[in-house]
Structure formats: C-alpha cells, structure tokens
C-alpha cells in the first residue's frame, strides 16, 4: 500500500543548478506534507513542510510546490549545493507515512 | 538546540531476546513516535503515544512490541522475542504540543538480530 510514491531513487545535479525532487500520493486525507533529508546512519531531519491549503512554501534555497488536483508535491534546491546530497523524503500526514525517498547527488 | 537522543546507537542481539531501545525527546514535546527503517527499504511508522497512552499504531506494532514512558524524561520501545525481521534502523521522534507539528528525529537505534 503505496501512499506516498517518489518513483526516482536517485537524482544527480551539477552545483549551482536547481535539484527537483518529486512525490506523488493517493491519500486524499493527508492534510500536510513533510520533506526530510536524511544523511547516511543519521535520523531524518525535518526540512520543509507545506498544508493543504497552500500551494507553495518557500523557506531560503527550499520551495515546496502542492497540486492537489493532481496528487503531486515537488521539492526545488537552487541553487544546489554539494551539502545537499542526501536522501530525500516525502510524507503526507494523517499519521506520517514516509515515501520511499530520492537519492540526490550534487556533483560539485 | 533542543534535540532528540537515542541509546543505544547500535545493538546486536540473540533471536528470541527481549530488547529495548531508549529515547530522551525534546523536553518539552507532547509527543513521542517509533518508527524503522529495514535496511534498504523506507521508514516505515510504528507507533505514536500521547498522553501517556497509545493514539495510534500501524500492523507493524504487533504483540511483540510495547512502548513506555516509565518517567518525565525517557521513552522505550521494548520488543519482548527478537526475529530476524526485526534487524533494522529504530528512529524515535516528538513533537510539541499540537499533533501536526514537526516531528523532529533521533539519530536512530541500529539492531541486528543473530
């Protein structure tokens, strides 16, 4: 039961060029949604959030982007930096449920 | 800055033996999750407990598991018999004092179970 989908595993960027990651999600109940970064045998670090009354949450180098009708989020970098590679994950809330996370690289 | 912290960092156990994995939230949280991540697969939710009670759990958080906050500062997630299955990265996470707030993570429990 895949509630949350991010369907790239991995993502490589050159530095200075905008990242976007992408999530898709089939619970029409979650009413807020979460981006984590995650760094290998670390626990997932709260990055951006946005509810589902926004389409769009911009925090510095991080935007959020909703579409409800379509069931899709996506997560912009720029520029992007070599710090930002990590794996990225997409939760909806009703409880958290986790996507499988993206792997992103930014290749300085 | 308030974090969330987790002992052990890593527990290599005997199957069949109890374990438990302990947490120190963000003191001022109201809410306390478990969650794990099998190697290679996604983190996956366990259980959240609010008000010294579970508010909700997933199928994952069978008998086997149990959660305790046995003071004002600790919260343990005890798993009675260990399986094989049960070898994976245990993050804990709270969160402050509405449930949709950010819930902010340890850096995770490694078990492996032999």
């Known amino acids: 039961d895949q509630q949350v989908k991010q369907n790239s595993p991995s993502l490589s960027v050159q530095e200075g060029r905008i990242s976007i990651l992408n999530c898709d999600y089939t619970?029409?109940?979650?009413?807020?949604f979460l981006w984590y970064k995650k760094y290998p045998a670390e626990g997932p670090t709260f990055l951006i959030s946005i509810s589902s009354i926004k389409d769009k949450n911009e925090d510095g180098r991080f935007t959020v982007f909703l579409n409800k009708s379509a069931k899709h989020l996506s997560l912009h970098i720029v520029p992007s930096q070599p710090g930002d590679s990590a794996v990225y994950f997409c939760?909806?809330?009703?409880?958290?449920?986790f996507g499988p996370g993206t792997s992103l690289s930014v290749i300085p | 800055e308030p974090e969330v912290t987790q002992t052990p960092s890593h527990q290599v156990t005997q199957m069949g033996q109890e374990v438990i994995l302990r947490c120190v939230p963000i003191?001022?949280?109201?809410?306390f999750y478990w969650y794990r991540q099998i190697l290679g697969q996604k983190v996956e939710f366990l259980v959240s407990f609010y008000n010294n009670e579970i508010s909700e759990k997933s199928e994952i958080f069978d008998d086997q598991f149990s959660v305790e906050r046995p003071d004002g500062s600790n919260f343990t997630l005890k798993i009675r018999s260990t399986k094989l299955e049960d070898s994976a990265m245990y993050f804990c996470?709270?969160?402050?004092?509405?449930?949709?707030?950010?819930?902010?993570f340890g850096p995770g429990t490694r078990l492996l179970v032999l």
């Open positions: 619970n029409s109940m979650f009413d807020y």
């Open positions: 996470a709270s969160s402050g004092r509405r449930i949709q707030e950010t819930q902010y």
């Open positions: 003191s001022n949280h109201l809410y």
């Open positions: 939760a909806g809330y009703d409880k958290v449920i």
